[in-house]
Protein backbone atom coordinates (compact mmCIF):
# COMPACT_ATOMS: atom_id res chain seq x y z
CA UNK A 1 0.00 0.00 0.00
CA UNK A 2 1.26 3.33 -1.00
CA UNK A 3 1.32 6.53 0.60
CA UNK A 4 -1.59 7.85 -1.09
CA UNK A 5 -3.47 4.58 -0.69
CA UNK A 6 -2.88 4.56 3.36
CA UNK A 7 -3.88 8.10 3.57
CA UNK A 8 -7.18 7.51 1.50
CA UNK A 9 -7.93 4.49 4.35
CA UNK A 10 -7.17 7.34 7.31
CA UNK A 11 -9.74 9.57 5.74
CA UNK A 12 -12.14 7.07 5.41
CA UNK A 13 -12.57 5.58 8.96
CA UNK A 14 -13.44 9.87 9.60
CA UNK A 15 -16.03 9.87 6.97
CA UNK A 16 -19.29 8.81 8.72
CA UNK A 17 -18.37 11.16 11.35
CA UNK A 18 -17.29 14.48 8.96
CA UNK A 19 -20.09 13.90 7.58
CA UNK A 20 -22.80 13.81 10.66
CA UNK A 21 -20.92 16.89 11.67
CA UNK A 22 -21.37 18.57 7.93
CA UNK A 23 -25.64 17.59 7.97
CA UNK A 24 -26.02 18.89 11.23
CA UNK A 25 -24.76 22.16 9.94
CA UNK A 26 -26.11 22.02 6.88
CA UNK A 27 -29.24 20.23 6.66
CA UNK A 28 -28.36 19.37 3.05
CA UNK A 29 -26.90 15.69 2.65
CA UNK A 30 -25.14 17.00 -0.72
CA UNK A 31 -24.03 19.78 0.63
CA UNK A 32 -22.67 17.97 3.41
CA UNK A 33 -21.10 15.26 0.78
CA UNK A 34 -19.85 17.96 -1.05
CA UNK A 35 -18.54 19.89 2.32
CA UNK A 36 -16.52 16.11 3.06
CA UNK A 37 -15.02 15.43 -0.29
CA UNK A 38 -13.10 19.07 -0.31
CA UNK A 39 -11.96 17.81 3.18
CA UNK A 40 -10.43 14.58 1.20
CA UNK A 41 -9.16 17.58 -1.78
CA UNK A 42 -7.75 19.36 1.35
CA UNK A 43 -5.99 16.84 2.91
CA UNK A 44 -4.61 15.16 -0.08
CA UNK A 45 -3.00 18.76 -0.70
CA UNK A 46 -1.46 18.87 2.53
CA UNK A 47 2.01 17.89 4.70
CA UNK A 48 0.39 15.69 6.66
CA UNK A 49 3.59 15.20 8.85
CA UNK A 50 2.48 18.54 9.89
CA UNK A 51 -1.48 17.28 11.43
CA UNK A 52 -0.43 15.72 15.00
CA UNK A 53 -4.51 15.29 15.52
CA UNK A 54 -6.59 13.93 12.16
CA UNK A 55 -9.47 13.45 12.94
CA UNK A 56 -9.69 17.37 14.85
CA UNK A 57 -8.19 18.57 11.54
CA UNK A 58 -10.48 17.30 9.43
CA UNK A 59 -13.77 18.61 11.40
CA UNK A 60 -11.65 21.81 11.61
CA UNK A 61 -11.28 21.98 7.98
CA UNK A 62 -14.86 21.00 6.78
CA UNK A 63 -16.73 23.16 10.03
CA UNK A 64 -15.17 26.31 8.19
CA UNK A 65 -16.29 25.00 4.74
CA UNK A 66 -19.49 24.59 6.38
CA UNK A 67 -19.81 27.78 8.57
CA UNK A 68 -18.58 29.82 4.65
CA UNK A 69 -21.58 27.72 3.13
CA UNK A 70 -24.19 29.00 5.67
CA UNK A 71 -22.58 32.09 5.21
CA UNK A 72 -22.98 31.83 1.82
CA UNK A 73 -27.07 31.09 2.03
CA UNK A 74 -27.81 33.55 4.58
CA UNK A 75 -26.47 36.44 2.24
CA UNK A 76 -28.58 34.86 -0.48
CA UNK A 77 -31.84 34.38 1.51
CA UNK A 78 -32.90 37.91 0.50
CA UNK A 79 -36.52 37.05 0.58
CA UNK A 80 -36.58 33.22 2.53
CA UNK A 81 -39.22 30.61 2.17
CA UNK A 82 -42.20 30.90 5.06
CA UNK A 83 -41.48 27.36 5.28
CA UNK A 84 -38.23 25.64 4.53
CA UNK A 85 -37.55 21.42 5.68
CA UNK A 86 -34.33 20.10 5.61
CA UNK A 87 -33.12 17.18 3.84
CA UNK A 88 -34.64 14.01 6.16
CA UNK A 89 -33.01 10.74 6.65
CA UNK A 90 -35.45 8.20 5.31
CA UNK A 91 -34.56 4.33 6.44
CA UNK A 92 -37.11 1.57 6.31
CA UNK A 93 -39.45 0.23 8.96
CA UNK A 94 -37.93 -1.97 11.34
CA UNK A 95 -38.46 -3.64 14.45
CA UNK A 96 -39.13 -1.89 17.90
CA UNK A 97 -35.72 -3.23 19.39
CA UNK A 98 -33.78 -1.87 16.34
CA UNK A 99 -35.94 1.86 16.39
CA UNK A 100 -34.47 2.67 20.32
CA UNK A 101 -31.11 2.37 19.04
CA UNK A 102 -31.71 4.87 16.45
CA UNK A 103 -33.58 7.11 18.86
CA UNK A 104 -31.09 9.25 19.79
CA UNK A 105 -30.80 10.14 15.87
CA UNK A 106 -31.25 14.05 15.32
CA UNK A 107 -34.56 14.43 14.32
CA UNK A 108 -35.58 16.49 11.67
CA UNK A 109 -37.79 18.88 14.04
CA UNK A 110 -34.46 19.85 15.40
CA UNK A 111 -33.18 20.22 12.16
CA UNK A 112 -35.68 22.87 11.45
CA UNK A 113 -34.95 24.71 14.54
CA UNK A 114 -30.95 24.57 13.38
CA UNK A 115 -31.96 26.78 10.27
CA UNK A 116 -33.39 29.47 12.17
CA UNK A 117 -29.72 29.92 14.34
CA UNK A 118 -27.73 32.67 12.67
CA UNK A 119 -23.78 30.35 10.73
CA UNK A 120 -21.58 31.09 13.97
CA UNK A 121 -24.45 30.01 16.56
CA UNK A 122 -25.35 27.29 14.83
CA UNK A 123 -21.37 26.06 14.34
CA UNK A 124 -20.63 26.46 17.93
CA UNK A 125 -24.26 24.48 19.29
CA UNK A 126 -23.51 21.58 16.77
CA UNK A 127 -20.00 21.11 17.64
CA UNK A 128 -20.10 21.52 21.34
CA UNK A 129 -23.36 20.25 22.13
CA UNK A 130 -23.75 17.44 19.70
CA UNK A 131 -20.05 16.41 19.27
CA UNK A 132 -18.33 17.44 22.36
CA UNK A 133 -15.87 19.42 21.03
CA UNK A 134 -14.07 22.30 23.44
CA UNK A 135 -14.48 26.01 22.88
CA UNK A 136 -11.54 26.30 22.78
CA UNK A 137 -11.17 24.76 19.59
CA UNK A 138 -14.39 26.26 18.19
CA UNK A 139 -13.49 30.17 18.69
CA UNK A 140 -10.70 30.21 16.06
CA UNK A 141 -12.89 28.68 13.28
CA UNK A 142 -15.87 31.17 14.44
CA UNK A 143 -12.98 34.11 15.43
CA UNK A 144 -13.96 34.78 18.57
CA UNK A 145 -12.43 34.62 22.03
CA UNK A 146 -13.68 31.15 23.79
CA UNK A 147 -16.12 33.35 26.05
CA UNK A 148 -17.85 34.53 23.00
CA UNK A 149 -17.87 31.19 21.56
CA UNK A 150 -19.38 29.90 24.38
CA UNK A 151 -22.35 32.94 24.69
CA UNK A 152 -23.11 31.81 21.20
CA UNK A 153 -23.65 28.02 21.80
CA UNK A 154 -25.70 29.42 24.87
CA UNK A 155 -28.20 31.66 22.80
CA UNK A 156 -28.66 28.86 20.08
CA UNK A 157 -29.09 26.13 22.90
CA UNK A 158 -31.91 28.30 24.63
CA UNK A 159 -33.76 28.13 20.94
CA UNK A 160 -33.36 24.54 20.97
CA UNK A 161 -34.77 23.98 24.58
CA UNK A 162 -37.31 26.24 23.45
CA UNK A 163 -38.49 23.54 20.57
CA UNK A 164 -41.04 20.68 21.74
CA UNK A 165 -39.47 17.55 23.76
CA UNK A 166 -40.28 14.02 21.96
CA UNK A 167 -41.33 11.48 23.88
CA UNK A 168 -38.83 9.19 24.44
CA UNK A 169 -40.52 6.10 23.60
CA UNK A 170 -40.31 5.29 19.98
CA UNK A 171 -42.22 2.26 20.01
CA UNK A 172 -45.54 4.09 21.54
CA UNK A 173 -44.39 6.92 19.01
CA UNK A 174 -45.31 4.51 15.91
CA UNK A 175 -48.36 3.94 17.48
CA UNK A 176 -49.65 7.23 17.86
CA UNK A 177 -48.22 8.11 13.83
CA UNK A 178 -50.02 5.02 12.74
CA UNK A 179 -53.30 5.53 14.41
CA UNK A 180 -52.92 9.45 12.56
CA UNK A 181 -52.64 7.50 9.14
CA UNK A 182 -55.47 5.47 10.12
CA UNK A 183 -57.50 8.62 10.70
CA UNK A 184 -56.24 9.99 7.78
CA UNK A 185 -57.09 7.00 5.40
CA UNK A 186 -60.82 6.38 6.53
CA UNK A 187 -61.63 10.26 6.76
CA UNK A 188 -62.03 10.45 10.35
CA UNK A 189 -62.18 13.96 11.40
CA UNK A 190 -62.40 13.39 15.47
CA UNK A 191 -60.02 10.60 15.47
CA UNK A 192 -57.29 12.42 13.59
CA UNK A 193 -58.10 15.76 16.22
CA UNK A 194 -57.49 13.25 18.92
CA UNK A 195 -54.31 12.65 18.25
CA UNK A 196 -53.11 16.17 17.97
CA UNK A 197 -52.05 18.47 20.06
CA UNK A 198 -54.93 21.23 20.17
CA UNK A 199 -51.77 23.66 19.19
CA UNK A 200 -50.49 21.37 16.54
CA UNK A 201 -48.02 23.13 13.92
CA UNK A 202 -47.93 21.71 10.06
CA UNK A 203 -44.83 22.82 8.24
CA UNK A 204 -44.99 21.60 4.49
CA UNK A 205 -41.87 22.62 2.11
CA UNK A 206 -42.84 22.08 -1.63
CA UNK A 207 -40.42 24.28 -3.29
CA UNK A 208 -42.82 27.03 -3.38
CA UNK A 209 -43.20 29.82 -0.43
CA UNK A 210 -46.31 29.09 1.91
CA UNK A 211 -47.03 29.64 5.65
CA UNK A 212 -47.15 26.88 8.76
CA UNK A 213 -50.99 25.62 10.07
CA UNK A 214 -51.90 26.13 13.47
CA UNK A 215 -53.94 24.46 15.76
CA UNK A 216 -55.66 20.57 15.42
CA UNK A 217 -58.67 21.57 13.08
CA UNK A 218 -57.02 23.21 10.35
CA UNK A 219 -54.46 20.34 10.50
CA UNK A 220 -56.95 17.44 10.54
CA UNK A 221 -58.63 19.32 7.71
CA UNK A 222 -55.72 19.67 5.49
CA UNK A 223 -55.12 15.59 6.11
CA UNK A 224 -58.31 14.58 4.83
CA UNK A 225 -57.84 16.73 1.73
CA UNK A 226 -55.06 14.66 1.45
CA UNK A 227 -56.97 11.44 2.29
CA UNK A 228 -55.76 9.82 -1.04
CA UNK A 229 -52.07 10.46 -0.15
CA UNK A 230 -52.92 8.48 2.96
CA UNK A 231 -53.86 5.70 1.42
CA UNK A 232 -50.58 5.67 -0.35
CA UNK A 233 -48.50 6.49 2.44
CA UNK A 234 -46.60 3.57 4.29
CA UNK A 235 -44.69 3.82 7.79
CA UNK A 236 -40.75 4.56 7.43
CA UNK A 237 -38.14 5.80 10.10
CA UNK A 238 -37.14 9.92 9.30
CA UNK A 239 -34.21 10.63 11.27
CA UNK A 240 -34.56 7.87 13.36
CA UNK A 241 -38.55 8.16 14.64
CA UNK A 242 -41.34 6.94 13.30
CA UNK A 243 -42.49 8.40 9.95
CA UNK A 244 -44.16 8.15 6.60
CA UNK A 245 -43.35 8.31 2.78
CA UNK A 246 -46.19 8.66 0.09
CA UNK A 247 -45.47 7.24 -3.07
CA UNK A 248 -46.83 7.65 -6.54
CA UNK A 249 -45.65 5.18 -9.12
CA UNK A 250 -42.65 4.22 -7.42
CA UNK A 251 -41.73 7.84 -6.58
CA UNK A 252 -41.41 9.25 -3.35
CA UNK A 253 -43.35 12.67 -3.95
CA UNK A 254 -43.59 13.17 0.04
CA UNK A 255 -41.63 12.50 3.31
CA UNK A 256 -43.78 13.46 6.36
CA UNK A 257 -41.73 13.33 9.91
CA UNK A 258 -43.52 13.77 13.53
CA UNK A 259 -42.66 15.24 16.86
CA UNK A 260 -45.11 13.55 19.22
CA UNK A 261 -45.56 14.29 23.07
CA UNK A 262 -47.34 13.13 25.76
CA UNK A 263 -48.97 10.67 23.19
CA UNK A 264 -50.08 13.51 21.22
CA UNK A 265 -48.39 15.23 17.35
CA UNK A 266 -47.28 18.46 18.23
CA UNK A 267 -45.38 19.22 14.96
CA UNK A 268 -45.65 17.61 11.19
CA UNK A 269 -42.84 18.61 8.82
CA UNK A 270 -43.43 17.62 4.88
CA UNK A 271 -41.15 17.79 2.14
CA UNK A 272 -42.73 17.43 -0.97
CA UNK A 273 -40.58 19.20 -2.97
CA UNK A 274 -40.31 17.10 -6.23
CA UNK A 275 -36.65 18.24 -6.87
CA UNK A 276 -34.87 17.74 -4.18
CA UNK A 277 -36.71 14.36 -3.67
CA UNK A 278 -35.69 13.42 -6.77
CA UNK A 279 -32.14 14.24 -5.25
CA UNK A 280 -32.22 12.37 -2.22
CA UNK A 281 -31.39 8.30 -1.99
CA UNK A 282 -34.88 7.53 -0.37
CA UNK A 283 -35.17 3.82 -0.61
CA UNK A 284 -38.81 2.67 0.02
CA UNK A 285 -39.39 -0.57 1.96
CA UNK A 286 -41.64 -3.31 0.29
CA UNK A 287 -45.17 -2.86 1.82
Known sequence: MNQNDQLAE?????????????????GSLAEAEDA????????????????GNLGGWLTTVVSRLCLDQ??????RREDPLDVYVPDPVVTGAI????EVL???????ALMVVLETLAP?????????DMFAVPFEEIAPIV????????????????????????????????EVVDAFLAA???????????VLDPDVVLRADIGAAGKPVFGAAAVAEQALMFRSGARQSQPVLVNGVPGIVRVQGGRVVAVQSFTITDDRIVEIHILADLDRLDGLDIRVPTP
Open 10 to 26: LFEAHRTHLKSVAYRML
Open 95 to 98: DPEQ
Open 120 to 128: AERLAFVLH
Open 70 to 75: LRSRSS
Open 184 to 194: ARGGDFEALVA
Open 143 to 174: ERSPGATRQLASRARRRVQGAPAPDADVARQR
Open 102 to 108: MGDSVGL
Open 36 to 51: VQEAWFRLSRSDTAEI
